[in-house]
Every structure is written in structure tokens, then in C-alpha cells.
């Protein structure tokens, strides 16, 4: 069963206004993204190991997080893009030696120590041994976002420009001059049979109803008419039926 806040969120498809809105988000962010991309620029820290913890989402590996002794900064790795692999556990109050992308907190390298804080293994992502990528990866997830965004706002055009053709269409189709304005009684009529049942508002005129109450002629043809009510706004029927077809 899906979460209350996706079931919301997937509601909020039937509105046009939520394309727009996200894909200029999105779009937004795709700019924002791109412009500020920079390769990756090394800043080593060092310290102990104070707290190194595993953190999953619905069920799946999503990052770990280090602190070390003195500082309340939590440091993200993500173990999966190091090489070597990275150990699943370290030693607590073991040596580290971590380097972050300068202004963030994002580990892209980090060394390790056995239990004597000695014989130090590195372990390095593609960003610190190639900064230039950390660049162009920023601008391919941008580019992405945008395209994303383009493909919604172009979503919510189409959708602006049909919803404004059907109703001219329907106009054009039931006859009526296009920009003239309707009657208030048609307007606001409900179809349905006149007093004497002997009509039918069909909400554009009064039809035909044969003698045992049972057909309505259509403009073409008699169909059934089933069970209906008594027509509401609509103008008052012509006093004598006319035979029809």
C-alpha cells in the first residue's frame, strides 16, 4: 500500500497548474545545478573515529556517516563508488584521515588504520582520482533535470492549449455562431421531458416524444427514451407537437 504522501502526490497529477509548477522547479534547479558544477577540489581532515553508522532507505543501502573526536560534523560516504572497498566496520577511536570536496562535507577519499594505527589503506572515488568528473557529472544530472522539466511544462502547454480548443469545437459542432453568447435559459437547463410530457429538452432544443411516451426523435431517428425527469430552465415547448421524420 502506497504511503499517504504519495497517494497525495500522485492526486495532484489530474491538475494541469502541477506540471508547470514542477517543471519549472525542476528547471530551475537543472539551471542552477549546471551553472555551479566545479571539479572536485581535496581538503584533507584528520582526527579518531568517533561514531561511524549505516543508514538505509525502504530497505536499501543509502550512505554512511562518520564523525570524529571534537566535532559534531557528520561526514557522508557513500561506500559503494570507493575502491578498494570499503570495510563494512572500523575501528572506534581508530586513526582517520578523510578529504572532502572543499565546501561540503561529501567524503571522496579517506585512509584507514589497522588496530595500531598503523599499515594506512586509502581508498579513493572516481572524483578525487579524476576532479574534472565530479564536473561533468553535476552537468549531466542537469541536463537531465532540465530535460525533465521541459518534458512537464511541455505537458502542461498541451494540455493548456487542447483544454482551450474543446470548447470552441464543442460550439462549432452544435451549431452555434462561435463568440455569441448562449441563452441563460440553455445555459443553465438540464435536459429532460416537458409538463405534458409530450417534449424533450435535449439542452439545445425541444424534440419530439412519440405517443406511447416511450421514443424521442433525436433529429434523425427515434431512440428510447428510458426513464427521465421533468427538464429544468429550459424555454418553453412549442404548444402543439408536429409529426417528426
Same mark, same amino acid.
Do not use: C
Given at each position: 500500500? /502506497?504511503?499517504?504522501?504519495?497517494?497525495?502526490?500522485? $492526486?495532484?497529477? *489530474?491538475?494541469?497548474?502541477?506540471? /508547470?509548477?514542477? +517543471?519549472? @522547479?525542476?528547471?530551475?534547479?537543472?539551471? $542552477?545545478?549546471?551553472? #555551479?558544477?566545479?571539479? %572536485?577540489?581535496? @581538503?584533507? &581532515?584528520?582526527?579518531?573515529?568517533?561514531?561511524?553508522?549505516?543508514?538505509?532507505?525502504?530497505?536499501?543501502?543509502?550512505?554512511?556517516?562518520?564523525?570524529?573526536?571534537?566535532?559534531?560534523?557528520?561526514?557522508?560516504?557513500?561506500?559503494?563508488?570507493?575502491?578498494?572497498?570499503?570495510?563494512?566496520?572500523?575501528? *572506534?577511536?581508530?586513526?582517520?584521515?578523510? =578529504?572532502?570536496?572543499?565546501?561540503?562535507?561529501?567524503?571522496? %577519499?579517506?585512509? /584507514?588504520?589497522?588496530?595500531?594505527?598503523?599499515?594506512?589503506?586509502?581508498?579513493?572515488?572516481?572524483?578525487?582520482?579524476? !576532479?574534472?568528473?565530479?564536473?561533468?557529472?553535476?552537468?549531466?544530472?542537469? &541536463?537531465?533535470?532540465?530535460? &525533465?522539466?521541459?518534458?512537464? @511544462?511541455? &505537458?502542461?502547454?498541451?494540455?493548456?492549449?487542447?483544454?482551450?480548443?474543446?470548447?470552441?469545437?464543442?460550439?462549432?459542432?452544435?451549431?452555434?455562431?462561435? $463568440?455569441?453568447?448562449?441563452? @441563460?435559459?440553455?445555459?443553465?437547463?438540464?435536459?429532460?421531458?416537458?409538463?405534458?410530457?409530450? =417534449?424533450?429538452?435535449?439542452? #439545445? +432544443? =425541444?424534440?419530439?416524444?412519440?405517443?406511447?411516451? *416511450?421514443?424521442? =426523435?433525436?433529429? #434523425?431517428?427515434?431512440?428510447?427514451?428510458?426513464?427521465?425527469?421533468?427538464?429544468? $430552465?429550459?424555454? !418553453?415547448? !412549442?404548444?402543439?407537437?408536429?409529426?417528426?421524420?
Amino acid at each position: 500500500m /502506497l504511503p499517504r504522501n504519495v497517494i497525495g502526490l500522485i $492526486g495532484l497529477l *489530474r491538475f494541469k497548474w502541477t506540471y /508547470l509548477i514542477a +517543471g519549472g @522547479v525542476l528547471l530551475a534547479i537543472a539551471i $542552477g545545478t549546471y551553472v #555551479t558544477a566545479h571539479p %572536485a577540489a581535496a @581538503v584533507e &581532515i584528520s582526527g579518531k573515529i568517533a561514531d561511524y553508522t549505516e543508514y538505509t532507505r525502504n530497505g536499501s543501502y543509502d550512505r554512511n556517516e562518520m564523525k570524529i573526536s571534537g566535532s559534531d560534523t557528520a561526514y557522508t560516504i557513500d561506500k559503494n563508488s570507493f575502491h578498494p572497498t570499503l570495510p563494512d566496520s572500523v575501528y *572506534r577511536d581508530g586513526l582517520v584521515d578523510m =578529504w572532502v570536496d572543499n565546501g561540503s562535507t561529501t567524503v571522496i %577519499a579517506i585512509q /584507514l588504520y589497522d588496530q595500531n594505527d598503523a599499515n594506512p589503506t586509502k581508498y579513493t572515488t572516481e572524483h578525487y582520482d579524476n !576532479p574534472g568528473s565530479q564536473r561533468s557529472d553535476a552537468q549531466s544530472f542537469g &541536463i537531465v533535470l532540465g530535460v &525533465i522539466g521541459i518534458i512537464l @511544462v511541455g &505537458i502542461f502547454g498541451l494540455w493548456f492549449f487542447l483544454g482551450g480548443r474543446r470548447p470552441a469545437m464543442q460550439m462549432a459542432g452544435g451549431g452555434a455562431v462561435m $463568440g455569441a453568447p448562449m441563452p @441563460v435559459s440553455q445555459a443553465q437547463s438540464s435536459a429532460g421531458l416537458s409538463a405534458d410530457g409530450k =417534449w424533450y429538452w435535449d439542452g #439545445t +432544443g =425541444w424534440q419530439h416524444v412519440s405517443d406511447d411516451g *416511450r421514443l424521442r =426523435w433525436d433529429g #434523425t431517428q427515434w431512440v428510447e427514451l428510458g426513464t427521465v425527469y421533468a427538464a429544468k $430552465g429550459a424555454p !418553453p415547448p !412549442p404548444a402543439t407537437p408536429t409529426p417528426a421524420g
